[in-house]
Nanobody
Framework: QAQLMESGGGLVQPGGSRRLSCVSS????????MAWYRQAPGKQRELVAS???????NYIDLVVGRFTISRDNAKNTVYLQMDSLKPEDTAVYYC???????????????WGQGTQVTVSS
């Protein structure tokens, strides 16, 4: 059973940067994809960025050019580099992994506990 642990959250001023880390207890090369989600107060959890096992990335429009998702397979870690942070980026950020669970190709997902990112002056 895979476990994901996020870290790197904290308080940052507008325009600043922060790097989040997600460490997996399993080999991340066994995951179909990994992603970062976020949930702001009073809002639904939303996808921020994803990265496939072959390195393809995707971002929501709000973070294009500011956020970068990356993988380090040797460390079983996925990162989210966040630059030019805005107050509206304030949220709990969650790591997510999707993986195969049976021979028929069905998938399941795992979530980390989340790490708080607060962008405020």
């Amino acid at each position: 059973q895979a476990q994901l642990m996020e870290s790197g959250g904290g308080l940052v001023q507008p325009g600043g940067s922060r790097r989040l880390s997600c460490v997996s207890s399993r080999n991340i090369r066994n995951f179909d994809s990994m992603a970062w989600y976020r949930q702001a107060p009073g809002k639904q959890r939303e996808l921020v960025a994803s990265i496939s096992n072959d390195g393809r990335t995707n971002y929501i429009d709000l973070v294009v050019g500011r956020f970068t998702i990356s993988r380090d397979n040797a460390k079983n870690t996925v990162y989210l580099q966040m630059d030019s942070l805005k107050p509206e980026d304030t949220a709990v950020y969650y790591c997510n992994a999707v993986f195969r669970v049976n021979v028929e190709g069905a998938t399941a997902q795992r979530w980390g506990q989340g790490t708080q990112v607060t962008v405020s002056s």
